[in-house]
Structures are given as C-alpha cells and as structure tokens.
C-alpha cells in the first residue's frame, strides 16, 4: 500500500536557522514527488515537485528539495527561514501511471520565531 | 490566469440530508480531482475526474459521488450526511497532456462542510 511519512509534526525554529523538512514514502513504482505549503487562512500552493531528471529541485521562496531513490526520500530544505514562512507542509506522491490522485503526508507545522 | 474557485466556500448541514459542491478549474485544466482534509485522517483522495469520466477512485463510501461536465466544471455529491463527514473538501484542476498523463495539481480554498 502506499504511504508517506513526515516524522517532524511540529518544528520550530529562530529566524535565520537552517530547515530541513523529512518526507519518506512507499509505492511499489514510479512517482512523482510534491512539496505543498498551506499558509495560515490560505489554502495549499505548490512549493516544488520532482518528475524526474536532477535529483535537487529548486521550489519558490528559497526552497529546495533532494530525491534520494534508494532511501525512498524527499526532503525539504532551506538555508535561512523567515517569520513569513510559519505554515504547514505536506509532503505528497502520485503514480507516473497517469492517475492524478496525491497521497499525502499527515504534515508538518513549522513555526518561525522572529 | 484565475485559480480554482469552489463554491460555497461554507456550509452546514444536518445529519441525513445531502450536499452538492461545486469546482470549477483553471482554464484549460480538464482534470479535476477532490480530496478531503480533515484533522484526524489527513488529506485524502476521493476521486477524479478526466472528460466527463471518473479516472481514479480513493477509499470512500458509496454516499461519495462526483461528476464532471463538458466545460471541466466539476460537482460533488454527499448522500446521508454523517456527523463524520465534517471536513475541508478540496478541489484540484491539472493540465492533462496527450496520452493522459498529468502536470502538478493547483489547490483551490476549500468548502468548509459541517454536519450537525
């Protein structure tokens, strides 16, 4: 069956600190790979997604992420947080197959403190 | 380019009734999926819709149906209300290249459904 993982729920963090976001996932076959952030009151926007090709994509807002095949990871990153990047981040995985359904994380609530 | 829209963006309903909810995607997006958010399972898939056809179907009951028109708009229906279908229903269109395959999904703000 399919699943992904995020291990952190909540992280909090000073502003200017490093990020990094885990995102584990289980699927018998090819996928593509998301990174959605849902800010507080808005609903989910698109950080940054791997199709294939290079392994370290680069998202909006200074985010990156590295797909690890043999470690069934892809992780969020970012060298320097802000205050206005307190949300929620889910994590998400769909098929190569052409079926359009994601199956996300549980997510994790980051909090910046200025 | 406008985003997905979602009407109603709030509603309340009584246990046992039914509900209709409506997406309409960005233009030129003819794959329009649904999912549900809710506190204690997460986001989670319920179906998809591709030309007027549902694709994919997620693990929901039966009560949980959807259609899709000619112009991509998209409904989705909720029989018999139940006190646990109270949730962020989410609507999500996606570009659809030759031979079916899709591009990322864009999120619209959700109708916020409560059942009492």
């Known amino acids: 069956a399919q699943s992904v993982s995020q291990h952190n729920h909540h992280v909090i963090l000073s502003e200017a600190a490093s990020l990094e976001l885990g995102c584990n996932y289980s699927?018998?076959?090819?996928?593509?790979l998301f990174w959605y952030v849902q800010y507080p009151g808005q609903h989910l926007q698109l950080l940054l997604k791997y199709f294939s090709g290079d392994p370290l994509v680069k998202g909006i807002k200074g985010f990156e992420a590295e797909f690890i095949k043999s470690k069934f990871s892809f992780n969020l990153r970012k060298p320097s947080v802000q205050w206005s990047d307190t949300a929620e981040y889910f994590c998400a995985v769909s098929p190569q197959t052409g079926a359009n359904n994601l199956f996300f994380g549980t997510g994790t609530r980051l909090t910046v403190i200025p | 380019k406008a985003g997905v829209t979602q009407t109603p963006r709030y509603l309340i309903k009584t246990r046992g009734q039914q509900v209709t909810l409506s997406c309409s995607p960005i233009?030129?997006?003819?794959?329009v999926s649904w999912y549900q958010q809710t506190p204690g399972q997460g986001l989670q898939f319920l179906f998809e819709y591709f030309s007027e056809t549902q694709r994919n179907k997620g693990n929901f009951p039966g009560r949980f149906s959807g259609r899709q028109f000619s112009n991509s708009r998209s409904e989705m229906n909720v029989s018999t209300l139940e006190l646990g279908d109270s949730a962020l229903y989410l609507c999500?269109?996606?570009?659809?290249?030759?031979?079916?395959?899709?591009?990322?999904?864009?999120f619209g703000p959700g109708t916020r459904l409560t059942v009492t």
């Open positions: 233009s030129g997006h003819r794959s």
């Open positions: 699927y018998g076959g090819t996928v593509n």
């Open positions: 999500a269109s996606s570009f659809v290249l030759a031979g079916g395959l899709t591009y990322e999904q864009y």
